[in-house]
T-cell receptor, first 114, second 114 residues
Framework: DAGVIQSPRHEVTEMGQEVTLRCKPISGHDYLFWYRQTMMRGLELLIYFNNNVPIDDSGMPEDRFSAKMPNASFSTLKIQPSEPRDSAVYFC????????????FGPGTRLTVL | AQTVTQSQPEMSVQEAETVTLSCTYDTSESDYYLFWYKQPPSRQMILVIRQEAYKQQNATENRFSVNFQKAAKSFSLKISDSQLGDAAMYFCAYSIGGNYQLIWGAGTKLIIKP
């Protein structure tokens, strides 16, 4: 298996622009998590899905952030409009319920908002 | 509150020696899983080892082993024969069985001296 795939790996944008981060989970995994990692706040859970349905989005910092999972093979995290404080590494992770509780992470997207 | 504490922000060890990273956690649940993840400079989050709370036997993966003390809520990671490639941030985490969300520690930076 190719593992969790994220794109792009790096994104540099200007304040006010829309940013879309993408994630392809491991085939068959039914839970998908979006995290944000910064030096100041460490690793934060933003939102997670089970069988494509958002279960808990209480970690989403504000309305500028939205996430979707239109099917079992694809999820997006969108920031609109972006701000410099959104600069961080964004991770997608997936797991298969009832097997091992282990989350497998993608390589992350490093976002820089100028 | 569910928390994970890694009391050592940074550790250093001579190559080929053994090092132990500490982790304590707080939960009232009886069914949970414990994890150590490694994050090298490439920023990829890699699973090192996992432990089911119901298992008394400590998990081992090659040079990596844990000392799981359930009553003390302690879950330390021992790395034997340290190698330069072990240099990374190490995160301790746990999840409640069936919940799949991970509660994370702040991380320990491990430096390997050649």
């Amino acid at each position: 298996d190719a593992g969790v795939i994220q794109s792009p790996r790096h994104e540099v944008t200007e304040m006010g622009q829309e940013v879309t981060l993408r994630c392809k989970p491991i085939s068959g995994h039914d839970y998908l998590f979006w995290y944000r990692q910064t030096m100041m706040r460490g690793l934060e859970l933003l939102i997670y899905f089970n069988n494509n349905v958002p279960i808990d989005d209480s970690g989403m910092p504000e309305d500028r952030f939205s996430a979707k999972m239109p099917n079992a093979s694809f999820s997006t995290l969108k920031i609109q409009p972006s701000e410099p404080r959104d600069s961080a590494v964004y991770f997608c992770a997936t797991t298969l319920a009832g097997v091992s509780d282990t989350q497998y992470f993608g390589p992350g997207t490093r976002l820089t908002v100028l | 509150a569910q928390t994970v504490t890694q009391s050592q922000p940074e550790m250093s060890v001579q190559e080929a020696e053994t090092v132990t990273l500490s982790c304590t956690y707080d939960t009232s649940e009886s069914d949970y899983y414990l994890f150590w993840y490694k994050q090298p400079p490439s920023r990829q989050m890699i699973l090192v080892i996992r432990q089911e709370a119901y298992k008394q036997q400590n998990a081992t993966e090659n040079r990596f082993s844990v000392n799981f003390q359930k009553a003390a809520k302690s879950f330390s990671l021992k790395i034997s024969d340290s190698q330069l490639g072990d240099a990374a941030m190490y995160f301790c985490a746990y999840s409640i069985g069936g919940n799949y969300q991970l509660i994370w520690g702040a991380g320990t930076k491990l430096i390997i001296k050649p």
